[in-house]
């Protein structure tokens, strides 16, 4: 079984530059979720979405942070602008149900400059 | 006070020691509790689930107390390969079955 993939592995931008990034989740999985973890942190929840509709985005920075999921499949990440303190890992899962087991994706290493 | 509170560690342990983690959560209604392992630079993968009951898989063995709202996990026996980082995690009540990270517990196994 293909696991929850994400890209791109790495990012280095520039503050107040723009940045995307991209999550497919394994095959089924309803809910999916992205994820913020700081070096030596704890992963953060930033968005919950059920299918294609969102359920918990209460720790999304709304003005520089954006999520979709359309079609209720893969999902994209944006951060417009960036800041020094948003490098961080961003880590993709996805569950059959909200609160089962969640399979992490690799995350996406994001650098700040 | 934090949502999941962990001993961010290091443990160092000799191979063949026990090693116990505990957790401490706040919120009393929480549902369902988790520990996930992480290697350094990888993702999070579940370890175990956490029951009422307590549950024992293999060398590990995880242990729920609501009345004092902690969890703890145990490893018996470590080996090398069990070093990584182990987070404690926590289902929260409510709409959504919104899942709370700790900061993690790092084990150093050493020969």
């Known amino acids: 079984e293909a696991g929850v993939a994400q890209s791109p592995r790495y990012k280095i931008i520039e503050k107040r530059q723009s940045v995307a990034f991209w999550c497919n989740p394994i095959s089924g999985h309803a809910t999916l979720y992205w994820y913020q973890q700081i070096l030596g942190q704890g992963p953060k929840l930033l968005i919950q979405?059920?299918?294609?509709?969102?359920?918990?985005d209460s720790q999304l920075p709304k003005d520089r942070f954006s999520a979709e999921r359309l079609k209720g499949v893969d999902s994209t990440l944006k951060i417009q602008p960036a800041k020094l303190e948003d490098s961080a890992v961003y880590l993709c899962?996805?569950?059959?149900?909200?609160?089962?087991?969640?399979?992490f994706g690799p995350g996406t290493r994001l650098t700040v400059t | 006070r934090k949502e999941v509170e962990q001993d961010p560690g290091p443990f160092n342990v000799p191979e063949g020691a026990t090693v116990a983690f505990n957790c401490t959560y706040s919120?009393?209604?929480?549902?369902?509790f988790f520990w996930y392992r992480q290697d350094c630079r990888k993702e999070p993968k579940l370890l175990m689930s956490?029951?009422?009951s307590g549950n024992e898989d293999g060398r590990f063995t995880a242990q729920l107390n609501r009345a004092s709202q902690y969890i703890s996990l145990l490893i018996r026996d470590s080996k090398l390969s069990d070093s990584a980082t182990y987070l404690c995690v926590v289902n929260e009540a409510g709409g959504g079955n919104k899942l709370t990270f700790g900061t993690g517990t790092q084990l150093k196994v050493e020969l």
């Open positions: 919120n009393s209604a929480s549902q369902s």
């Open positions: 899962a996805s569950s059959l149900a909200g609160g089962g087991e969640q399979y």
């Open positions: 956490v029951y009422s």
């Open positions: 979405f059920q299918n294609n509709g969102v359920v918990d």
